[in-house]
């Protein structure tokens, strides 16, 4: 069975997702992803009457890579190690794949410039993951993976502003800052085997 195409809607958030990742919510247009697509704004508008629309659908879908990536990694039995690991991952494959920013920071950067409706879904997506990242972190502490002073909440959100920022600064300064940042949480966060 050949793979199915994949439809309007998903076209647009695709494109949306691209654009955000490198310049901003705030600083595309439904024109621009018109553009990308070879569509008319009327399509754009059909599947999201408003952009506020397309970026709650946005962090929903970002939601939804989230909760998948935590099931597979339950599913695979990762020790909070490995669960660390595959979140580090993620990020370099931003930086591999056009040196993009995480979503979450693009929007939490631009927090104050966006729809009021889109705040209440970032601020779930945002605890969603620092929940993750705490519960790994508790779980390290635990059996005897990780090493750190304070509460795991505390560092699951410096870790994650530290991935986040690192991203951020890789784009003017190069590569090697996100590396060297997540060699340093590694440094800091790992017990020797």
């Known amino acids: 069975m050949p793979p199915r195409m994949p439809d309007t809607r998903n076209k647009i958030l695709d494109a949306a997702e691209e654009l955000l990742q490198e310049s901003g919510f705030s600083n595309f247009s439904y024109q621009d992803i018109a553009t990308d697509l070879g569509i008319k704004k009327a399509a754009i508008h059909y599947h999201f009457p408003a952009k506020a629309d397309l970026g709650v659908s946005l962090v929903h879908r970002y939601l939804e890579r989230l909760q998948d990536f935590i099931r597979e990694s339950d599913t695979k039995g990762l020790t909070p190690r490995q669960g660390i690991e595959a979140y580090f991952a993620v990020a370099i494959n931003y930086l591999r794949y056009g040196a993009k920013v995480c979503p ?65 600064i890789a784009r003017a300064a190069g590569p090697k800052v996100l590396f060297n940042t997540l060699r340093q949480i590694k440094q800091e966060l790992f017990v020797s085997p």
């Open 104 to 168: 979450l920071g693009v929007l939490e950067a631009e927090f104050h410039a966006i729809p009021e409706i889109m705040q209440k879904e970032i601020r779930i997506l945002d605890e969603s993951t620092r929940d993750w990242l705490q519960g790994l972190l508790e779980a390290g502490l635990e059996s005897g993976e990780f090493k750190f002073s304070g509460s795991a909440n505390d560092k699951a959100l410096l870790i994650v502003a530290a991935v986040q920022g690192a991203l951020q």
